[in-house]
C-alpha cells in the first residue's frame, strides 16, 4: 500500500506557520525603530482614554501596535491617559527611555476608561524589549503631582509640580519597581518640574521655562546631591531634550529641546564642558504643526542627525498631532532650510504624546 507524505507534511507546515505567527505577535522592538506614546482609540470620549506604544521605523511605517492595560488584573494596574481638550493640554504623557536602553516608562492615571481625574492615583507603565507592558508599580495619593517618569535604580525617578520649596513636593522623587506607595523625595526645587531623562549616568529635568537642570554628578542620587540649572538662551517653554555626545567623551555636547512657544520651535544647543549652552539656530513649526511636546534623536554618521519630533495637535483632529523627522548637520545652524518631513499624521481622536528610540539590548 502506497503511503501518503501530504498529510504530515501540511501538518509540518502548519506548526512551522504557527511559530512563526507567535514569533512575530511576541517580538522584540526592532534596533533603531522609534516608539510612539498614542493616546485615544478613535473613538470620542470625554475624559480619561486608552492608550497606546506604537512601533515606527524611522521612515513612518507603522509596524505595531503594543495596548496598555485599561483594565486591572492580578499582575497589572489599569493604566489611562486624560485627553486633549479645547482649553488644556495634560502636562503628563511624556515617555521616556532608560540610558541602557532596556525600557519605555510611561504614566497615567489608574482609572477606568472615561473616568474623571479627580481619583488621586497614578500608574507607572514599564515596557520592555520584548514588548511587554508591566503596570505594577501605581504611585499613592498623588504625591507631587507626578507628570513625567524613568526607569533607573531598580525604580522610578519622577517629575513632579507639587508645592515649591526645599520642604515641597516640587521636584524629582522616586519610587521601587512594582510597589504601591508614596513617593521619596529625593531633589527638592523652587520649580515645577514637567519632564525627566538620563543621560552619561545623570539625571536632568525641565520645567516648561527656559532652562533645565540637572541633579548631582551621577546615579544614583544621594540626598546631598544638588541641582543646578542650565540655561537655554532664546527658548521660553521647553518641555522636553534630547543630548547627544558627538566625540563620544563622555561629556554631552550636542543638545536639542522641543520649546512650545507659539506653534513650536525645535531648538539645538551646543557644549564644550556639559554645563554652558550656545543656540546653534531653532526651526519654526508655524504653518506646520501646533503644541510640539517632545524630541528624541540619533547620530546617524560622523556629520549627521535624525532628530524626531511629536506635536499633539488638538484631540478631534482639527489640528493635526504628527511625527516629524528633522534631518540635521552636526555643524550646521538649525534654520528654516533644514530638511523635514512628516512621518505620520494621527487620526481623529487619536494624538501622539510623545517619542524615544525603541527599547533594544545595546
Given amino acids: ?22 514569533t512575530v505577535y511576541s517580538q522584540d522592538f526592532y534596533p533603531d525603530n522609534l516608539a510612539v506614546y498614542r493616546y485615544g482609540d478613535g473613538k470620542p470620549r ?6 497606546f506604544i506604537d512601533e515606527y521605523t524611522q521612515e513612518g511605517k507603522l509596524v505595531r501596535t503594543i495596548d496598555v492595560p485599561y483594565i486591572s488584573s492580578q499582575s497589572n494596574n489599569m493604566l489611562t491617559g486624560l485627553q486633549y481638550t479645547s482649553s488644556a493640554i495634560p502636562i503628563e504623557g511624556l515617555m521616556t527611555l532608560s540610558q541602557d536602553g532596556k525600557y519605555l516608562t510611561i504614566i497615567g492615571y489608574e ?87 538620563t543621560f552619561l549616568n545623570k539625571i536632568y529635568l525641565t520645567r516648561g521655562g527656559n532652562s533645565f537642570f540637572s541633579v548631582g554628578s551621577s546615579l544614583p542620587i544621594t540626598p546631598k546631591d544638588r541641582i543646578k540649572e542650565h540655561k537655554l538662551s532664546g527658548s521660553s517653554t521647553v518641555h522636553q531634550i534630547v543630548m547627544l555626545d558627538t ?16 506653534n513650536g520651535f525645535l531648538r539645538k544647543y551646543t557644549s564644550k564642558d556639559g554645563q554652558k549652552w550656545e543656540e546653534q539656530g531653532s526651526l519654526d513649526f508655524s504653518g506646520i504643526t501646533s503644541n510640539l511636546r517632545s524630541v528624541t534623536a540619533k547620530i ?46 494621527a487620526s481623529p481622536y487619536t494624538m501622539f504624546r510623545s517619542i524615544t528610540l525603541a527599547p533594544s539590548i545595546k
Avoid: W
Fill in 1 to 22: 500500500m502506497k503511503s501518503n507524505k501530504f498529510p504530515g507534511i501540511i501538518f509540518s507546515l502548519f506548526i512551522a506557520f504557527t511559530i512563526h505567527v507567535t
Fill in 46 to 51: 470625554n475624559k480619561t482614554v486608552p492608550v
Fill in 111 to 197: 482609572q477606568r476608561i472615561g473616568q474623571s481625574t479627580g481619583y488621586s492615583n497614578k500608574t507607572i507603565g514599564r515596557i520592555g524589549v520584548d514588548g511587554k507592558v508591566n503596570t505594577s508599580t501605581v504611585l499613592i495619593d498623588d504625591r507631587g503631582s507626578p507628570r513625567c517618569a524613568i526607569a533607573e535604580n531598580k525604580g522610578f525617578y519622577i517629575a513632579t509640580t507639587g508645592t515649591k520649596g526645599e520642604e515641597g513636593t516640587a521636584g524629582l522623587r522616586y519610587i521601587p519597581f512594582s510597589e504601591s506607595s508614596q513617593t521619596k523625595g529625593v531633589a527638592a526645587v523652587n520649580s515645577q518640574m514637567l519632564s525627566v531623562y
Fill in 247 to 262: 566625540d563620544q567623551n563622555n561629556i554631552p555636547d550636542l543638545l536639542y529641546a522641543v520649546d512650545n512657544d507659539g
Fill in 300 to 345: 546617524t554618521s560622523k556629520k549627521g542627525v535624525d532628530v524626531y519630533v511629536v506635536s499633539v495637535g488638538s484631540f478631534d483632529g482639527t489640528t493635526k498631532s504628527q511625527i516629524i523627522k528633522v534631518s540635521d548637520k552636526i555643524d550646521e545652524q538649525l534654520s528654516k532650510e533644514t530638511n523635514k518631513k512628516v512621518l505620520a499624521t
